[in-house]
């Protein structure tokens, strides 16, 4: 011993590492010597020493596999029989060749020392230098409780700086309390700290006590879970608020652009969801470009697939009105048909180009993962679509109302002969204003790309609730459009856990053809082109 502790004094003035790394292996040497007492308080020192590499190591010993060399001492790991049993450093896991037959014994374990090592993994990752591993160490103490795990989570409680971890470890000993032999007092006192936790897991870990011998264990558990289940049901109601409010923007950005063409325009424009779907495939196309030549810009690619897809959709807008649409002004039918006909074209061109099958748009870092709000979980990529949508339509509003464009479109849309006596170029316009809506199209696919398929179908998924929610919220209304796509949207995800998603689809339908009936203009009338005619 006291050159052990000559030892750890000299490796002392060196690094931190180098002194765990020496002190884990000295440990490790003193594994075969002694009564399982003795092995049982080596343990407990190889789970204080907060080494990593001492992970491999107990759990070989819990699973009988560690063994020590009889000519050398040397302890290893030995996997496989006869002569097929090959060894491994326990510490690094690497492979020291072949064992011989009978050149190794078994470092013995009985029960006693396989709790030993329960609780000194247990130690070992609770005291771990890595916060994000000591919370999972922690969740994991909560999820199975051990009553042998008790003195390891008071430990690391009283060494934990992390208030957050701190609380988790504290309701894992809360747990571990629960499914001990403590006082009725303690485990009351166990389940307001499980309580605490809330969600499924808490009511996992309190059903088995609802009914205890204990009548004021069982009163107390069955009291916390109805509060949880309060708590669960209130925050239900929240999530599905929020889900209703993350499909909505979602239909505002499909609808939006829809708005301008049908709403103020006129124009039946079934080649809509294709200008969404070509915003995807920007998005896609100017991701692959980013990622062969310049892959430090990968975050930065939505960014810049946004204008593109505007430029390009917008582009393919003012073509169709050009060339197709403003020839049939007027006709209502023969546009439908006329855009119908486009938007099976622009299908079959991105499939001779792309392929049928999807296409994979990464998501930025930025928009990876979740964020816990209350009892919410919300996705960074719902969470920043939402924002893309309200900085989309305001900025539309601006467009619209502070704008001299803006100006000669609402002109044109009330009355067109007047504009055009005054000197407006009513044919720019026009072509102007199909290729913003084209534009916002285009950039709607830019969103949709991040949660929705990439393929030549993505555009007809919302061509249907695009033309509801603009003839539900008042043809050519912006504000109709808004309020409309968040209504139906949380509408929509409140019937969905009542009769379905299809249903509910179905049953929202037949609510807008009923409103309909009452109110032709819709939520918000508004004069326009499609109005007067």
């Known amino acids: 011993m006291r050159a052990l502790v000559t030892l750890i004094l000299w490796f002392g003035l060196l690094s931190a590492s180098a002194a765990s790394a020496q002190t884990l292996e000295e440990l490790m040497a003193r594994l075969p010597e002694g009564s399982f007492g003795d092995r049982a308080e080596v343990v407990a020192e190889i789970g204080a020493t907060g080494d990593e590499r001492a992970l491999g190591l107990l759990e070989a010993l819990g699973e009988g596999d560690l063994e020590f060399r009889e000519a050398d001492g040397t302890v290893l790991v030995v996997k496989g029989r006869g002569s097929r049993a090959t060894g491994y450093d326990p510490l690094t896991g690497a492979e020291l060749g072949p064992v011989a037959a009978r050149s190794t014994e078994s470092i013995r374990v009985n029960n006693s020392l396989r709790r030993a090592v329960r609780a000194a993994i247990g130690m070992l990752t609770l005291s771990s230098p890595d916060v ?210 486009v938007s099976l074209i622009l299908q079959q061109l991105v499939r001779t180009i792309f392929g049928p099958s999807n296409r994979e748009v990464g998501n930025p870092s930025w928009m990876s993962g979740a964020f816990p709000a209350g009892g919410l979980s919300i996705t960074w990529n719902r969470f920043y679509i939402v924002i893309f949508a309200v900085v989309i339509f305001l900025g539309l509003l601006l467009l619209l109302k502070r704008t001299l464009f803006g100006l000669q479109m609402r002109a044109v849309t009330q009355n067109r002969p007047m504009a055009s006596e005054m000197g407006i170029r009513t044919a720019r316009v026009d072509a102007l204003t199909f290729g913003l809506g084209a534009g916002i199209a285009g950039l709607a696919g830019v969103a949709l790309s991040q949660i929705d398929n990439v393929s030549p179908n993505l555009g007809q998924s919302y061509i249907i609730d695009s033309f509801l929610v603009v003839v539900f919220g008042g043809a050519g209304n912006l504000w109709g459009t808004f309020a409309a796509a968040f209504t139906l949207g949380v509408a929509n995800k409140f019937m969905e856990p009542l009769v379905g998603a299809v249903l509910a689809k179905i049953l929202i339908l037949v609510f807008i053809i009923l ?3 009452k109110r032709p203009r819709g939520l918000f009338p508004t004069r326009g082109r499609a109005v007067e005619g």
């Open 132 to 341: 994000g591993k000591r919370l999972a160490a922690a969740n994991t103490a909560f999820a199975a409780p051990d009553p042998e795990q008790i003195e390891s989570l008071d430990a690391a409680i009283a060494n934990e700086t992390d208030a957050a971890v701190r609380t988790a470890m504290e309701q894992a000993r809360a747990a571990s309390v629960l499914a001990s032999d403590a006082p009725s007092v303690e485990k009351v006192a166990a389940i307001g700290i499980v309580s605490a936790r809330g969600g499924t897991d808490a009511l996992t870990a309190l059903n088995p006590y609802r009914s205890d011998a204990d009548a004021a264990v069982g009163e107390a558990a069955d009291t916390a879970i109805k509060g949880i289940e309060r708590t669960q049901a209130f925050w239900n109601v929240g999530q599905n608020v929020w889900f209703g409010v993350s499909l909505g923007s979602v239909l505002l950005l499909a609808a939006v652009g829809l708005a301008i063409t049908f709403g103020v325009m006129g124009v039946i424009n079934m080649a809509h969801g294709e200008l969404i779907m070509i915003g995807a495939y920007t998005t896609y196309v100017t991701q692959q470009v980013i990622r062969v030549n310049f892959p430090g810009l990968f975050d930065w690619s939505l960014l810049i697939a946004a204008p593109l897809a505007f430029l390009v959709a917008g582009g393919i807008g003012v073509a169709i009105e050009r060339f197709i649409v403003r020839f049939l002004y007027g006709r209502a039918l023969e546009t439908l048909l006329a855009t119908w006909g």
């Open 515 to 517: 409103f309909i009936q």
